[in-house]
């Protein structure tokens, strides 16, 4: 890897790398070839260009917001790829592809806003967005990669005390993905809220953290087939709504 870090100010900085990228299969992988003739799989490789900024400004009154966010484009040879094996269910198959590209942006915001000498508004967005496709291959064309949805975006907006109180609404925003390589089938994308409240002191802590509080139906992981089809038994349903309590002691 090569790099470079460009200080604008003390807060402020500019980066960029170019990265070799290298990955052996693993024995699992190995094990599951979709060749089936005992041919090795190929070990990963590829080329990405990262750049990107991070930096904090300072708000007065302890404030601040601050940022950390990249682009990437990265051109892959010989991805390996799995995917449910039609002979039997919930085992995998793999190949290597090609050609493939990973491009994308991966963002975090966040801040701390006094409205008060001992309280503050604590908002934070986390923003990915995906671009992962083959590249000119015979079989897939350029179709893009299943599993991995275009965005997603999770946020917080919580009120926090000094006393160690803290409560506040959260949300996710996921778009829609296909489930095969094919790209015949889509699933839904879908909007998740929430919400946080605790209280943290120096020798424990009470959180809950609620979920789904509107009782969203969608789908939250899947396996990867080549083509959906009506026979196909690949999806887990999300979480329904559901609260997690807990209490928590430090020594």
Do not use: C
Not at 109 to 119: P, T
Not at 148 to 154: L, R
Not at 198 to 206: E, F, K, P, T
């Amino acid at each position: 890897r090569i790099g470079a870090i460009y200080q604008l100010n003390d807060s402020v900085e500019l980066f960029g790398n170019i990265s070799k990228l290298y990955e052996a299969p693993t024995n699992f992988e190995l094990e599951d070839d979709a060749q089936a003739n005992n041919a090795t799989l190929d070990a990963m490789q590829g080329q990405v260009l990262e750049l990107g900024s991070r930096g904090q400004y300072e708000l007065g009154q302890g404030g601040f917001w601050r940022w950390d966010v990249s682009v990437y484009y990265a051109l892959i040879q010989d991805e390996i790829l799995s995917r449910d094996d039609p002979a039997a269910s919930g085992t995998s198959l793999t190949t290597n592809i090609d050609d493939s590209v990973h491009a994308g942006l991966e963002a975090l915001l966040n801040a701390s806003i006094a409205i008060s000498g001992s309280a503050r508004i604590e908002p934070l967005l986390s923003l990915t967005i995906n671009e992962f496709s083959f590249d000119n291959d015979a079989t897939y064309g350029d179709n893009s990669f299943p599993a991995a949805p275009s965005y997603a975006i999770h946020g917080e907006l919580l009120y926090r005390h000094d006393n160690g109180f803290y409560a506040g609404p959260t949300f996710d925003v996921v778009d829609e993905r296909y489930a095969d390589f094919s790209n015949s089938y889509t699933i839904d994308g879908y909007n998740l809220l929430g919400f946080r409240l605790g209280l943290n002191r120096d020798a424990w802590q009470v959180y809950l953290d609620i979920r789904n509080i509107t009782d969203e139906d969608y789908v939250s992981t899947h396996s990867v087939v080549n083509t959906v089809s009506s026979a196909s038994q690949i999806f887990n349903a999300g979480e329904p709504p559901s609260a997690y309590a807990g209490l928590v002691f430090r020594f």
